[in-house]
């Protein structure tokens, strides 16, 4: 039983993570336009919040309408946080912003984690709509419908504002610490916790009556996806220097959540693929008509029938097909 | 014997319909005791009440103590353990990882022995949808079985084994109970399975108690064949 869980394929999987952020960085500095860095930029961002709609989805079964809240509460907790209002340092006070929506998610997960599917799915809806309503009235707060801009101090963990609000320097930043959420979230899986996360996701009554209370577990993975996508929102407003409650809106997480099921959520980078490809897709798509949402959603069914597990899936299969194996995780 | 698990007074009601009424029943350690009767006697009604999978009337005491309103999932960690009608193991996940996952959820057990006695070490990196149903039912006994469980409640175990895989069953549930000195409740509808290992016997029938007594005693009581055929035996 002791020699279950690989540290070797870890390490090697760490290094090829990071080989790859430092070429990209290098490729995207050499031959990068000046649109093609802003659409990155913007790409990685988003990632989070579709990173953790697809954790979520593959952790646990459920699948959020909501999670542009943590992403929003995110962004929201930067833009206090650095304002003249907050009594904490920026750093420590950008460092806290995390936790704090990771908490307060943690305490909604006891609550909607008891629901499964359709529930589910419209309980976020409606808790994420109510923190977009909530952003829109309370001006005092977040400045209402106009918004909040946000002055960055000159200097933020070493870096020069300038650079952090740079789209080279906000994909570089962003695609590194995505590069280690995803790290983070690989070991996680392998960790019993993560083995305990899967189990849940496939027989919670079982789990239960092996000892286990489940719902504390299943509010922890709902929370740990909350963090991710708050992670999101933090890097949004440093880029953005601005916040407004459009960022909350239930659109921001349908846009995120077709990101998710594009990519598909069979293997664990799958939303991020999504993420990416769905920035792509809007940039050449909207070249060529304004309905390119309609083009989107025809792509998406396409995708979806040709390949059930998404971009991801299909791609692995490929990568299957050729004899080089993937892990696979056993997800929705 | 010890009595180590003590039902009183179980009922259960479905709206206007008494699925159980005042069933009182007593496990004892190393000794198999099968709950038989008809389809809707409420045999699995009683394992999901003391169980604690659903509510219903009455009280279950573990060595004396009220475990009534505990949660399945302190149940467990006291020593009752449960198998499931249908199957209920984690398709996804290898043998090795769920029985890992139940021997922590128990604080701990003998998985070696347990995999060992079960036969499945040749399959324990597999992933349980890759193995035989057979092998299927064998890891959900072993899920219930870690952790050196007290009172081991088993709803239908042999359902859908064949009639050798069933003898093979048998055979470990009654090397088991007396090895491990557990108390069984067994719930089952192979006949030759029940009247082979189990020490004693209850029959229900339409939520009531019907009769109790060694296998051997009721296996011509005309009570239990009314109950089985319907008719005035």
Redesign the interface.
Known sequence: ?KA?FATRAEAITGLIVALAVIMASVAVEAWGTRILVSLLSQAVIVSFLAFAIGFLARTSNLVSFGHAAPFGLGAYGTAWVLSNGSPLPPELGLLLVVPAVAGVFFLVGLVVSRLEGIAFGMLTLALGQGFFVAASKFRGLTGGADGRIIDLPRRLFGLRADVVQSPYGMFVIGLAILALVYLALRAFEAT?TG??A??IR??D??????????RALKAAVFALSAAIAALGGVLYALYQGFVSPEILHWSYSGSALIMSILGGTSLLWGPIAGAFAFFFLRQELSALTTHWLALVGATLVVVTVAWPSGLSGGIAALLSRLGLRTRQG?AP | MTVRFRCVDIGKRYGGLAALQGINLELEAGIVHGLIGPNGAGKSTFIDVVSGRSRGSGQVFLDGRDITRMPPSERRRLGVSRSFQRTSIFLGLTIREQLYLAAHGAGGGHTGELVEMLGLGSVLDERAEDVSYGQQRLVDLALALVGNPVVLLLDEPAAGLSVAESQVLASHLEDIAARWNVAVLLVEHDMDVVFRICHVLTVLASGKWLVSGPPAQLRNDPAVIRAYFGGTA
């Open positions: 039983m279950m019993h083995r305990l899967a189990a496939e027989n009554e079982r789990v239960r009556f092996l000892g286990y209370r489940s056993a």
